[in-house]
C-alpha cells in the first residue's frame, strides 16, 4: 500500500491566460515576496518549486532587481527550485528547434542563479509529443512529469512508467492521474479535508506502483498555502497509517527509482479520456499560430545558417540579439499563449510579439546578407544581386527577386564572366528619397525602378552566389513582362505535374510520374463551429456548404520560369449559428488563390488570402483522392508520426464517458501525407492542423481556420460537460477580416522531409546598390563572391539547424532522420570529410569525438555536431 505521501509546495504560472502578462507580474511580485520570507524565515518548509520556468524570474527581476541575490541564496541552497524550462511550452505546434531553445535558454538562465530542477516538468501541455524522451535526454533530464494525455490503453494503470523514444532515448515518468492542482488552497478543517481527499487518495492509491504518491500542494498563481502544517496535521488524523511530509518532486523520482517501476511506453499521448488535451486548439486563432510558423521557419532555417556563414567569414555572431528574438518567440510557446485559448487583450499581446519576434528576424537578416555582400569585391559593378542557398546541398532552382537601379537594360554576370538568363516579372517606381534621403537632399528627385525578375540557376550549398548587375547599351535584355496564356486555358505545367483550373476554382492535378489524377483539389469547406477557445464542436445536423457550385474568377499567367495563377472565389455561407439552423447563406467568405508553379519545381505553392465575414464557423479546404491504409504520416518535433485516420476509441468514448471525443484531428509542422502509395501531400509554412475525411478517408482536410466568439463554453457535441477555461466572450477570435495561410502542394512522396524543409527554405536574396538609407562604415574583411561552407553528400538526412555554438567558436549543425528507415550522412568541404564532434543537445557534452566518413542515424534520431571549419 502508498503509505508515504510528498506533499509539494508550488504554484503553477500561466503567465498570460484571461489575464494579461501585465497583471500576472503584480502578483509575482506579491507572491514571491511571501515566498522567500517563508523560506529565509522557517528552515522546517524545507521546498518551493517555481513551475518549472525561468521566464517568471526574468519577469520578478524586471519588477524587483534588488531581490536577486535573496533568489540566488535560496536556489544554491536548494530550497528554492527552478527551471529547466524558460517556459512551460507546448509539445504539439511548436518545432523542435523551439522546444530545444525552450531548455537551452532556460538552463542557460538557471546557470546564473545555481542549479536546474532536473525533471522535463510541463504539467499542463495539451497532449504530449512522441519525441520528447529524446529531447530531454540530450539535456541529461532522464525524468518527466506531465498531466494530460495518457490512458490504459497506452500499456499501463500506473503513473509511474518509462517513456522510450525510438531511438531509445528513455525517460521516467511521474504522472499526474488529477493535475498539478488536487493540492490547491487545502483545508485544514477535518471534515473538508476528508471531503477533498476521499475523491483523490484512491485515485492516487490505485496509480501507485510504489509505497510514494504525491499531492502538489499549489495552483494557478496561487499564493503560498502558510497553514500547511495544520493541515498536514489534520491528514495524520484521517489517515494514521501513513506518513505526511513536505518534499519536492526529485525525492518522488528518488523513491520511484529506488523501488523500481516495470511498465515502458512508446509514442505521443494524446488521449483525452482522463482529462483533456484539445484536440482541435491546434487551429484556434490561426492567424497568430500562422505567423509562428513562418516565424520559426525564418529563425530556424533563414537567419541562423546565414548568421553562421557570416561568423564564417569574420563577422560577429550576435547571439544576443538571437536569444532575444527565440525568447519573444517562446514567451507566445507557453501552452494557453500558443493555444490560443486567453482573452482578446492577450491574443493582441501574443500578436505583438509575433510582430517584435518577426521584425528582429527580418532586419537581422537582412543585416547579415548587407555585411556579407558589402565586403565582397567583385571589380566591375557597385551593384550586386547576391542568392543565399542556406540547405547543406547545392540546389538548381529558380531564382525570384528584387533589384532597384535607374539603369534602363541591364546584364547579370556571374563572378567567372557567364551572363545569366532573367525575365522581369515586376516593375514598380520607388521614390529616391526612400532609397537614401541624402539623393532627394541634393535634388535629384528621379525615381529609381524595383524589377521583380526570374532566372534559373545553380546555387552552393550552405552558401551564395552573386551576380554583378550591369548596364548596357543595347546589347542586353530589355525588360519583360509576362504574357497571359490563350484566353480559353486555364492550366499550370512543368516537369514534374499538371494542373488545371475548373470553373468553380478547384483544381485537377495530373501526377506525371504515376499517371494518377486528382479532381476537386482546393475545394473549401465550411461547417459550424459551435466550440469555443480550446475545441471545435459542431452543431447537431450541422449544415455543411461547399465550393463545388461556386463560379470563380480565374487570372493565369506564364512566363519563362513560372506559371501563375489567381483564382477568386466568393462564398456564400451561414453568417451564425442562428442562420445554420435555418440553412441560410447570408455571409460570405473571399477567397483569393495565388498559385505559383515553378519550372524544375515538385511543389505547387498556394497563398489564400482569405476576407471572413461570417462568425461561428469552421473553414477548410480539402485535397480528395488520397489512398491512406487506414493510416496518415505527419512530421513532429525532429522525426515523423504515423497516426490512424479513425481513432478505435470512437466507438467507446461515451459508454466510457471520456473528457472529449477522440476525433483524428491532428497537429504537423511542415508535412502530412496520406499512408498509401497515392495521394497529394501538403507542405505548410502556416496552418497546422489536419483531418482524413469521407466514408473511406480519403480527403485530406487542411483547417485554415475557426471562427468562435468565446473562451470557454459547456455542454459541446464533442465535449460534454463544463466549460474549459472560463466562460469569457472573445470577438476577435470570430477572426473577421483578411488573413494570409500559405501552403504547397507536391505529388512526391519520397524524401517528403527533405522537400518540405526546402518548402520552409528558400533562396534569400540581398541587391547591393551604391546607396543606403542606412549607413556603414567599411568592413576590414573581404569576402569572395560564391561561398560554400560544407555539403552534406548523402542526400537522405533533414538539417534542422546550423547556429555558432553557445559556448565555444565551432558551429552546431543538427540533423535528423525524418524517413522510416535508417539513413546516412557525411559532411565534406571541398571533397573532404569535415572532421566532427557529436555532442547532446545541450551542446556541452560529447557524444563522439574526431567523426569522419559516412554515419547512419536511426528512424527519428536527431544528432548534433559541432564543426570548425
Known amino acids: 500500500m502508498a503509505d508515504k505521501v510528498h506533499i509539494v509546495p508550488h504554484f503553477h504560472w500561466d503567465r498570460e491566460w484571461y489575464f494579461t502578462a501585465e497583471e500576472s507580474k503584480i502578483l509575482l511580485v506579491n507572491d514571491m515576496e511571501e515566498i522567500l520570507q517563508m523560506l529565509e524565515n522557517c528552515e522546517d518548509y524545507p521546498y518551493f518549486v517555481l513551475d518549472g520556468q525561468t521566464s517568471i524570474l526574468e519577469d520578478y527581476f524586471a519588477a524587483a532587481p534588488e531581490n536577486r541575490e535573496r533568489v540566488k541564496m535560496l536556489v544554491q541552497k536548494g530550497r528554492l527550485i ?44 495539451f497532449g504530449q509529443s512522441a519525441r520528447m524522451p529524446q529531447i530531454l535526454k540530450g539535456f ?58 476521499e475523491k483523490y487518495m484512491p485515485v ?11 499531492v502538489p500542494n499549489g495552483h494557478d498563481q496561487m499564493p503560498i498555502q ?5 493541515v498536514m496535521d489534520t491528514m495524520r488524523e484521517l489517515y494514521p497509517d501513513k506518513e505526511f511530509f513536505l518534499s519536492r518532486y526529485e525525492d ?16 505521443e499521448f494524446l488521449d483525452g479520456r482522463y482529462m483533456r488535451v484539445h484536440r482541435s486548439i491546434y487551429s484556434s486563432r490561426a492567424d497568430l499560430k500562422a505567423a509562428n510558423t513562418r516565424i520559426e521557419n525564418k529563425l530556424t532555417n533563414l537567419l541562423e545558417p546565414l548568421a553562421s556563414i557570416a561568423y564564417s567569414l569574420g563577422f560577429p555572431y550576435h547571439h544576443g540579439l538571437i536569444e532575444a528574438i527565440w525568447k519573444e518567440l517562446m514567451k507566445n510557446h507557453a501552452h494557453d499563449s500558443i493555444g490560443c485559448c486567453c482573452s482578446d487583450k492577450v491574443h493582441r499581446a501574443i500578436g505583438d510579439r509575433y510582430f517584435l519576434a518577426e521584425e528582429r528576424t527580418d532586419r537581422l537578416t537582412e543585416f547579415y546578407m548587407r555585411k556579407i555582400v558589402d565586403a565582397m569585391d567583385c571589380g566591375r559593378s557597385l551593384d550586386k544581386l547576391t542568392v543565399f542557398n542556406l540547405l547543406p546541398y547545392a540546389r538548381k532552382g529558380v531564382v525570384r527577386g528584387e533589384i532597384i537601379t535607374k539603369m534602363k537594360q541591364f546584364i547579370l554576370e556571374k563572378s567567372d564572366g557567364t551572363i545569366v538568363d532573367y525575365q522581369v516579372t515586376d516593375a514598380q517606381e520607388v521614390d529616391a528619397g526612400l532609397i537614401d534621403r541624402q539623393i532627394v537632399h541634393y535634388g535629384d528627385y528621379e525615381p529609381f525602378v524595383k524589377y521583380t525578375l526570374e532566372f534559373k540557376d545553380d546555387i552552393p550549398s550552405m552558401g551564395y552566389e552573386t551576380y554583378l548587375v550591369m548596364p548596357c547599351e543595347g546589347k542586353g535584355q530589355k525588360p519583360q513582362s509576362f504574357t497571359s496564356p490563350m484566353t480559353n486555358t486555364h492550366c499550370l505545367e512543368n516537369e514534374w505535374m499538371t494542373v488545371n483550373i475548373e470553373a468553380n476554382g478547384t483544381l485537377t492535378v ?42 470563380a474568377g480565374i487570372h493565369c499567367l506564364a512566363g519563362a520560369y513560372s506559371q501563375r495563377a489567381e483564382i477568386r472565389i466568393s462564398m456564400a455561407v451561414p453568417s451564425s449559428l442562428e442562420s445554420r439552423k435555418k440553412r441560410m447563406r447570408d455571409s460570405q467568405v473571399d477567397v483569393v488563390f495565388e498559385l505559383d508553379l515553378k519550372v524544375g519545381s515538385p511543389v505547387l505553392n ?77 507542405l505548410t509554412n502556416s496552418v497546422r492542423e489536419y483531418e482524413m475525411t469521407g466514408k473511406k478517408h480519403d480527403t ?20 460534454p460537460g463544463r466549460p474549459s477555461g472560463i466562460k469569457m466572450e472573445t470577438p476577435d477570435s470570430q477572426l473577421h477580416g483578411v488573413h494570409v495561410y500559405e501552403f504547397g502542394i507536391t505529388t512526391e512522396r519520397d524524401g517528403i522531409a527533405r522537400l518540405a524543409k526546402e518548402y520552409t527554405t528558400p533562396f534569400i536574396c540581398y541587391n547591393k546598390m551604391p546607396y543606403d538609407a542606412m549607413k556603414l562604415n567599411s568592413s576590414d574583411i573581404k569576402v569572395p563572391c560564391q561561398c560554400s561552407l560544407f555539403e552534406e553528400t548523402e542526400g537522405e538526412t533533414v538539417l534542422s539547424t546550423l547556429k555558432k555554438a553557445e559556448e565555444d567558436n565551432r558551429l552546431i549543425a543538427r540533423f535528423y532522420n525524418g524517413a522510416r528507415a535508417d539513413r546516412n550522412i557525411r559532411i565534406q568541404k571541398g571533397n573532404k570529410d569535415v572532421v566532427l564532434e557529436q555532442v547532446k543537445l545541450n551542446e556541452r557534452e560529447c557524444v563522439e569525438k574526431d567523426i569522419t566518413g559516412k554515419r547512419s542515424i536511426r528512424y527519428n534520431q536527431v544528432v548534433t555536431y559541432k564543426l570548425e571549419l
Open 82 to 125: 527552478i527551471g529547466p524550462w524558460y517556459t512551460q511550452t507546448d509539445e504539439m505546434v511548436v518545432g523542435g528547434e523551439s522546444i530545444v531553445r525552450n531548455l537551452l535558454y532556460g538552463m542557460k538562465d538557471c546557470g546564473t542563479l545555481g542549479s536546474p530542477m532536473m525533471i522535463g516538468y510541463l504539467p499542463d501541455s
Open 140 to 197: 541529461n533530464i532522464n525524468r518527466s512529469m506531465f498531466w494530460r494525455g495518457t490512458s490504459e490503453r497506452m500499456g499501463t494503470d500506473k503513473t509511474e512508467f518509462y517513456w522510450e523514444d525510438d531511438d531509445g532515448s528513455r525517460v521516467l515518468v511521474q504522472l499526474l492521474p488529477l493535475g498539478y492542482a488536487i493540492g490547491k488552497y487545502l483545508p485544514w478543517e477535518k471534515e473538508a479535508l476528508k471531503k477533498r481527499m
Open 204 to 214: 492516487l492509491e490505485k496509480g501507485a506502483s510504489t509505497r510514494h504518491i504525491l
Open 226 to 230: 502558510k497553514n500547511i502544517y495544520q
Open 252 to 267: 518522488v523520482f528518488a523513491a520511484i527509482e529506488s523501488e523500481g517501476c516495470p511498465d515502458t511506453l512508446k509514442g
Open 510 to 551: 495530373l501526377d506525371k510520374n504515376t499517371g494518377y489524377t486528382y479532381k476537386n483539389v482546393l475545394m473549401l469547406e465550411d461547417g459550424s463551429d459551435d466550440g469555443d477557445g480550446y475545441d471545435y464542436s459542431p452543431m447537431p445536423d450541422d449544415y455543411i456548404v461547399t465550393s463545388i457550385q461556386e463560379a
Open 606 to 682: 498556394v497563398k489564400a488570402v482569405v476576407d471572413n465575414q461570417a462568425d461561428d464557423h469552421r473553414f477548410r479546404v480539402l485535397f480528395p483522392g488520397q489512398e491512406c491504409n487506414g493510416f496518415t504520416v505527419s512530421d513532429n518535433q525532429f522525426g515523423c508520426i504515423c497516426r490512424p485516420v479513425r481513432d478505435e476509441a470512437m466507438d467507446v468514448w461515451e459508454r466510457e464517458k471520456w473528457s472529449e471525443r477522440p476525433d483524428s484531428i491532428y497537429p504537423f509542422l511542415t508535412y502530412v501525407s496520406a499512408g498509401g502509395d497515392k495521394g497529394l501531400s501538403v
Open 700 to 719: 485530406l482536410a487542411v483547417t485554415l481556420f475557426r471562427s468562435v466568439g468565446v473562451l470557454g463554453k459547456e455542454g459541446l457535441l464533442r465535449r
